[in-house]
């Protein structure tokens, strides 16, 4: 096993630990609480008066502060629907439920208001906004609503949006033949490997994670680079539709070096064509993502 194979295998052991892991993985924003404690979240409307306290709680296992704890509690349940359209959001009542500063409301309602899910005006206050208003394409709302009431609708989503993203990324990337960046991606497909023999689920999402959003980075498209964030946020969202990418196995791993190595060769054709296969969504799932054709 490599250096940086067996660097990577020891910070995602550390990071479940809940302990600081060395190298690069710290550019990634991996999630670290499990999906029960993502859902179910109270309804605003006769809250248990602990309400603040239990989310408080919650939340900093995710080591977030106050301030973003507040935006995971209250976006969760503006995305769920406990905060309706055009609800008003009090920042008396908010700071009340959550024992938390007028100054810590405020901010939190800030970040809120800039991912489209709230508006505040002169003479009106701070209201929930419609969903047509909100930055679907955000991470945090992308994981709001792959856990909660909208999570089919949104895992297919995603599934569809990488579909249409990642193979043109990959025809691209075999253009910007880099030294370095082929062999970042073929030592993310050994961490795979090793990781799936050892049964470490955590190593191999993050090293796929890794993989598809480099091979995204070095497409030489800015455009698509900014897209890499929601690649990312898919790749954390399991369940829902089922692509090559959610299963580790041999199949899996083998796309994913048929990808390097086109690349490797300057073949984007044979690139894109691994992608779509490693993407296309098995057919047992009922809504599925269309395999690609044969030319």
Not at 8 to 32: H, K, V, W
């Amino acid at each position: 096993m490599s250096t940086l194979a067996h660097t990577m295998m020891t910070a995602a052991r550390s990071a479940d630990s809940g302990l600081a892991g060395p190298g690069d993985l710290d550019r990634y924003p991996y999630a670290e609480a499990p999906v029960a404690d993502r859902v179910g979240v109270p309804a605003w409307e006769g809250a248990d008066p602990d309400l603040g306290r239990v989310g408080r709680r919650a939340a900093g296992s995710r080591g977030r502060g106050l301030h973003g704890q507040l935006v995971q509690q209250l976006g969760q349940m503006i995305v769920s629907g406990d905060l309706g359209a055009d609800r008003p959001l009090v920042p008396e009542e908010i700071g009340q439920r959550f024992e938390v500063s007028r100054t810590v409301v405020r901010e939190s309602l800030r970040v809120l208001e800039a991912k489209g899910l709230v508006s505040a005006r002169p003479n009106v206050g701070t209201r929930v906004r419609p969903v047509s208003d909100w930055n679907l394409l955000d991470p945090d709302i992308i994981e709001w609503r792959a856990f909660g009431p909208q999570r089919d609708d949104q895992r297919r989503e995603l599934s569809e949006l990488r579909w249409t993203i990642e193979p043109l990324a990959a025809r691209l990337a075999a253009g910007h033949g880099r030294d370095d960046v082929q062999q970042r991606l073929a030592d993310m497909v050994e961490i795979m490997s090793h990781a799936m023999g050892q049964g470490d689920v955590l190593t191999f999402s993050r090293a796929d994670t890794e993989f598809h959003t480099l091979l995204i980075q070095v497409a030489g498209n800015r455009m698509l680079e900014h897209l890499s964030g929601i690649v990312s946020a898919a790749l954390q969202v399991s369940g829902g539709p089922v692509t090559g990418c959610d299963r580790p196995n041999e199949a899996s791993l083998a796309q994913h070096s048929r990808i390097v190595d086109a690349l490797a060769a300057g073949d984007g054709a044979a690139a894109e064509t691994a992608m779509r296969q490693l993407l296309t969504v098995h057919p047992e799932v009922e809504r599925v993502v269309p395999a690609p054709r044969e030319h």
